[in-house]
């Protein structure tokens, strides 16, 4: 907890940013843990609404989906239809997976094994007529306040996952509601925590911890999470820290006259690094020709990357704060890599 109340009482008043960087790094880690992954590039170009893979649109609906269940959890406690909201966000970019979207599964699954049949499955989740129930007493367990909040959003995930009430998008959804617990805690009130950075850096012991979980080492689990928390929360501090010397690196490299397009695009680029035509106009406050050629020159610079250079649907990006969600993650991954050793 020492470690998340820092990098929240240390930079999540600092800047707005923070909170959509680490936002969006905890949402796209938790896509590569179920092995989708667009690249930072590909991704940018979903969130500035160009033209984009199908892997792409799904991390952006994780990240729509997380914005959902913190966004429901900041105004009361976490609720069935907050779940089902989220879960629909989630399986929308999908035609197949969005028709079982916000909806409970009705069919047996399993983790594991066959596609066909749960023998030699590494777990089975309860029958799908007690996942209701089942849901509501988690989301009861979940709304308490006299339960410490680490060890209360550790065991709802687990929980969670055990339970598996979704036809896909469980792990996702699941690794959601620890933020959303930390949140409706008071525990975070801006920032993200990226656990998800943690989990992606050694999926076998993650698994491994909820197979632990299920057979009752309910404290192991726990510790766990506390583990990934303070790894998380560290790596996290060092980005916010680089992320705030950008703005004077940026202005450095440009030279921006003072009151120009340029210099305007540079002050809003920690709010708003992936941008469209209507993004940088808005910023800009000037015609579209001249935020065009302010754009050229801060691409000249340096600065921004053109992620799609389609006429229609141009995407640019600031390309220190995608390297920087790169450098977090491998940073939270040498963490993780040097606890085991």
Known sequence: MIAVARLEAGFGQYMAPLADFLLRSESVASSKIEHIDAGWQAFGKAVGGAKASDEAKSQLAAVQALTAMVG????????????????????????????????????????????????????????????????????????????????????????????????????????????????RRGLTSRVTVPLASVMLANTARYFDQLTAYRAGRVDEFIEYVALAAVHAGEAAIESARTLAELPVRWRTAARPRAGSSDEALIAGLLDQPILNIDTAL???????SATYRALDRLVAAGILEVLSAAKRGRVWAATDILAELDALSAAIGKRTAAELK
């Open 72 to 183: 429901a959890a900041s105004v009361g406690p976490i609720t069935v239809r907050d779940l089902l909201a989220a879960h629909r966000l989630l399986m929308s970019p999908d035609y197949y997976a969005s028709r079982d979207g916000g909806r409970f599964r009705d069919a047996q699954n399993w983790i594991g094994g066959s596609d066909y049949t749960p023998l030699h499955a590494l777990f089975v989740p309860p029958p799908p007529e007690l996942v209701a129930d089942l849901t509501d007493d988690l989301l009861t367990f979940a709304a308490r306040t006299d339960v410490p909040i680490i060890a209360q959003a550790a065991i709802a995930h687990a929980q969670f996952e055990s339970i598996h009430p979704f036809v896909d998008g469980n792990g996702r959804i699941g690794r959601a509601l620890i933020s959303a617990i930390f949140r």
């Open 282 to 288: 808005r910023i800009a406050g000037t015609t579209e």
